[in-house]
């Protein structure tokens, strides 16, 4: 018979088993997994798209304002709710990928204060083969699961992510009673 295949979670949930059996380390099992392929993937998207001159970084601008619609542009701060990043994350990141000339910033038409990020032409262009591309390769990974596994993933995904976005709004206490806020991480 054939030994099964192991992934490294296995291996982690094996370690914790063996060094700390008092624990149910049963979460490691899927919020490990969610992490390490998170990681994994954008390891593989860069990849994916280095013959595009694209990072992980540009590449989430540039189809976060794609995604935006007509005309292609949000506020900073638009940016910075829908990539879940610390705002001098943004900012950093805006002026790098406005250095390529994929965005630029145009004075905020609603408050004369601010501004806001626009995707250009060229920005648009390299937006639409890459997202095609992302997609593509995504599909070739996914491809190891039937369509109705996908479905049922997506579904769990989605359940437990509202469980988190919701909980995450929540102020918590500590065990030393102090509150304390969480905020999420998460590349886009």
Do not use: C
């Not at 506020?75 to 879940?84: A, D």
């Amino acid at each position: 018979m054939a030994a099964q295949k192991r992934d490294t979670i296995a291996g982690f949930l094996d370690g914790w088993k063996r060094e700390r059996p008092d624990l149910d380390a049963w979460p490691l099992g899927i919020l490990g997994r969610v992490q390490r392929l998170d990681a994994l993937l954008v390891r593989r998207t860069e990849q994916w798209l280095a013959d595009l001159d694209l990072t992980w970084e540009a590449f989430s601008l540039i189809v976060t304002l794609r995604r935006a619609g007509r005309p292609y542009e949000l506020r900073p701060g638009e940016i910075n709710r829908q990539s879940l990043l610390s705002s001098g994350a943004v900012t950093n990141r805006i002026d790098r990928v406005e250095k390529l000339g994929l965005v630029e910033r145009r004075p905020d038409a609603g408050d004369r204060r601010g501004v806001v990020v626009r995707l250009t032409a060229k920005g648009r262009a390299l937006a639409d083969r890459a997202i095609e591309r992302q997609f593509a390769e995504l599909a070739g990974v996914m491809a190891a699961l039937t369509k109705p596994e996908r479905a049922a993933l997506a579904s769990l995904l989605s359940k437990l992510l509202l469980s988190v976005e919701s909980d995450d709004l929540v102020p918590r206490s500590t065990p030393q009673g102090k509150g304390s806020s969480r905020k999420a991480k998460h590349r886009v």
